[in-house]
């Protein structure tokens, strides 16, 4: 089916009463839910939990599976409460299985199968989180409606499906050939004393609930019945091979919308081109919203994948012509991904619960096949913790962020595990996972350089004096960037950013790109580009090396205009830069979500600084055009304020002095917050001398010494009279 879209932008409708209860997230759909248990609320029942919504005449049957434990948490025909952040807006709530009145079964924690000793306890190296060392996660097929779990146990593979068989639950559990006998445990509800038999599967039942032994040495295939009364029946009748749903069924989203973009015109250095998003809410077929957080091309630069807050990756097609671009949902359910990248044109996509690759098996444009490539990064239920971006190197490593578990309200962090707060590396296989930096509190994106520099942003908060732009090579790995509570097991001192952002410059970081060689944005190939999700701006980087890798320097502001925020950004095989966001909090955005194309206007000036540099008492500026004589050689064109941040337990920090320390004043920032506090130093410039190239500018200044936030504001005019105001906020280390 094909939708034909107006020829404007289609405008966001504003958020609806509970419009989530009737929005469609597929037939999976993976969050950290909780759910009650012997009357007691779970917050913990499933961290990487699997949403189950088997065909039934009632659209609030759910059932609940845990893929770290492998276990059937519970079942209800209540539906579900959405609370969590994306949805209900909670914070420090998460989604929950309403079965607390009418549970068709609920099953305690812990694994469904034992381990080679015979035990179900939980053996993990940190209890209730991670992977148990007998059981791997693999994914899930689908084919239609149906969902094929798969999973090995000791090596050994399961598939299971899940449905409701004569207003039941039914459990249908196929074990490959395997050698000895596995233990599965698919009820904890207390039974009556009993041992049956199936075949070759002995079913044992008593206080420990139910027990089912695989015997055979040949493949498996059982129907497990869970009755009203928490008993449990087996079943060989009628049962197929699940391996037939994992070829790729059904589509179930085979609509297509055909939109066309608004090209901008004029004489600006930039054109910011739109591309109108497919139908939200209302006007969707799936009742949903499209709040894009990353995107990436495919080889052949016609097409794309993005992916959304909201679960869902979109393919985008029609992107070299630029005259109509068709938009198809592919894939859904997936647990707030917030990175997504393409290699050897597999979508590979960073959630909260893992890295996940997502394949079309039958060509129809519609995911069959979610598989898991990396299960390992251990998650708690705090609605805070999120996982930033997802790049390669050019040895094809993979790297992503993650946030440290933020309370309500912002200030301080609940339980830190192994990860929280941490950049990542993980193999291009897959299979190994590293810490590369620690400290990090909610780091909004990375990026990769090209000699595997890596960068990431970062908010104000505990720890964090304000926002700022981290920076370090694969020489310095790891480093400690700054949040003292997710430290983890890095000692070395505090590795300072290149640079710090006022809030009103960027209060909330997205991620950076680096340009390429084939690149058309009027940056020279290597310079790195910010985002500011929170200000929907783009920065240019201004960096200076210093002795032992250390980096230092400023940014400039783009002329670019944008009507979503600034979270994620890659160049198009033509050379324009592409421009994704959304709206969640902490944002100007105009509109909730977009993505845009970015068009240089060949040849035009940006009329801004291109290079900046600090040494002894002099700041050196290099514009990308020549500069008025008259202007850039007076002193009073310039106008400088430098300040610095009291870094601590308090959320974010005031402005201090650096010339009149305020002893008292930084003392009680440790104690109290500071963000009342203004009090900068103005700098002043001696002399300006223009280079012999009309574009350099060196300005003496007497007092030039480190400064953790410097705000260079400049007034000056083109040799031709272009009038050209700006201001750099740049951060000194060393000059």
């Known amino acids: 089916m094909k939708f034909i879209l107006p020829l404007v932008t289609i405008p966001l409708l ?27 609320y779970r917050t913990d029942s499933a961290l990487k939990g699997i949403l189950l919504r088997p065909e039934s005449e009632n659209h609030e049957t ?48 812990g694994p469904s199968w034992a381990n080679k000793q015979g035990s179900f306890e939980d053996t993990r190296p940190i209890p209730g989180h991670g992977n148990f060392e007998h059981l791997t996660f693999r994914g899930y097929y689908r084919d239609g409606h149906d969902v094929i779990i798969d999973y090995t146990v000791n090596g050994t593979q399961v598939l299971e499906k899940f449905e409701m068989h004569n207003g039941q639950v039914r459990r249908i559990v196929q074990v490959a050939g395997h050698q000895g006998s596995y233990q599965m445990r698919p009820s904890t509800h207390p039974q009556k004393n009993n041992e049956t038999k199936l075949g070759p599967i002995t079913m044992t039942t008593g206080e420990q609930g139910v027990i089912l032994k695989f015997n055979n040495q040949k493949p498996e295939l059982i129907a497990i019945d869970y009755g009203d009364d928490g008993s449990v029946t087996l079943s060989n009748e009628g049962l197929s091979n699940l391996a037939e749903h994992t070829k790729g069924g059904p589509a179930l989203n085979p609509e297509t919308f055909e ?14 081109d739109q591309i109108p998003l497919p139908p939200v809410l209302d006007d969707s077929p799936y009742k949903n919203k499209v709040r894009l957080t990353d995107f990436d091309f495919f080889e052949d630069g016609d097409r794309a994948a993005a992916c959304t807050w909201d679960g869902d990756i979109w393919l985008l097609s029609g992107l070299k012509d630029f005259q109509t671009v068709t938009w198809k949902r592919f894939a859904t359910g997936l647990f707030e991904p917030l990175g997504l990248k393409i290699v050897d044109e597999k979508i590979h996509v960073n959630c909260r619960d893992g890295i996940w690759q997502v394949h079309d098996l039958n060509g129809d444009d519609e995911a069959d096949h979610y598989q898991v490539f990396n299960y390992d990064v251990i998650i708690t239920n705090n609605f805070h913790e999120f996982s930033f971006g997802l790049e390669t190197d050019s040895q094809g490593n993979f790297y992503f962020a993650k946030a440290s578990p933020v309370r309500p309200g912002g200030r301080n962090f609940d339980e830190i595990l192994k990860h929280n707060g941490t950049m990542m590396k993980l193999t291009p296989d897959g299979k190994e996972l590293t810490v590369v930096a620690s400290g990090l509190r909610a780091p909004g994106g990375i990026s990769v350089g090209p000699n595997g520099e890596l960068t990431t ?60 060689p084939e690149a058309k944005i009027g940056l020279s190939a290597g310079e790195l580009i910010h985002l500011s999700y929170g200000q929907s701006s783009i920065y240019r980087v201004l960096s200076q090396e210093l002795a032992g890798g250390q ?24 050379g324009s830069l592409y421009v994704c966001g959304m709206r969640g909090w902490q944002t100007n955005a105009a509109s909730e979500a977009g993505i845009q194309r970015v068009r240089y206007n060949e040849g035009t000036p940006l009329g801004l600084p291109e290079s ?124």
């Not at 939109?259 to 910011?272: M, R």
């Not at 983890?488 to 640079?499: R, S």
């Not at 007076?634 to 305020?662: H, T």
């Not at 060196?698 to 260079?712: C, E, G, R, V, Y």
């Open 612 to 735: 900046m540099s600090v040494k002894g008492k002099q700041l050196t500026l290099r514009f990308d055009l020549e500069l008025d004589e008259e202007l850039a050689t007076d002193p009073e064109s310039f106008a400088i304020k430098r300040w610095k941040y009291i870094r601590g337990r308090q959320y974010g920090s005031g402005q201090f002095s650096i010339d009149n320390p305020d002893v008292e004043a930084e003392e009680n920032a440790l104690k109290q917050e500071s963000k009342g506090h203004k009090q900068q130093d103005d700098v002043e410039v001696a002399s300006v001398e223009l280079g012999a190239d009309g574009r350099t500018v060196t300005l003496t200044i007497p007092s030039l010494k480190p400064a953790q936030q410097m705000q260079i504001a400049y007034d000056l005019e083109s040799a031709d009279g272009e009038v050209l105001v700006g201001t750099v906020y740049s951060t000194i280390h060393k000059n």
């Open 551 to 574: 980096m230092q320097g400023g940014v400039v502001k783009l002329p670019i205009t944008l009507s979503s925020s600034a979270q994620r950004a890659a160049f198009h095989p033509d």
């Open 457 to 516: 942003g970062e908010n104000e908060g505990t720890w964090q004096p304000c926002c700022k732009l981290n920076y370090f090579t694969a020489d310095q790995r790891p480093v400690f960037l700054g949040t003292e509570p997710s430290r983890q097991e890095i000692t070395k001192e505090f590795h300072e950013p290149l640079c710090y952002f006022p809030m009103d410059v960027d209060n909330s970081g997205g991620g950076q790109i680096w340009v390429t």
């Open 259 to 272: 939109v066309t973009p608004t090209l901008s015109e004029g004489d600006a250095p930039y054109l910011v």
């Open 14 to 40: 504003s958020l609806q009463a509970e419009w989530y209860d009737s929005a469609d997230f597929g037939p999976a759909f993976v969050q950290t839910w909780g759910d009650t248990y012997q009357s007691e």
């Open 62 to 109: 759910v059932l609940l599976y845990n893929a770290e434990t492998l276990q059937l948490v519970t079942a209800t025909d209540d539906g579900v409460a959405m609370d969590n952040t994306p949805w209900a807006g909670g914070h420090g709530t998460q989604n929950k299985v309403k079965n607390e009145k009418n549970a068709f079964l609920t099953n305690a924690d």
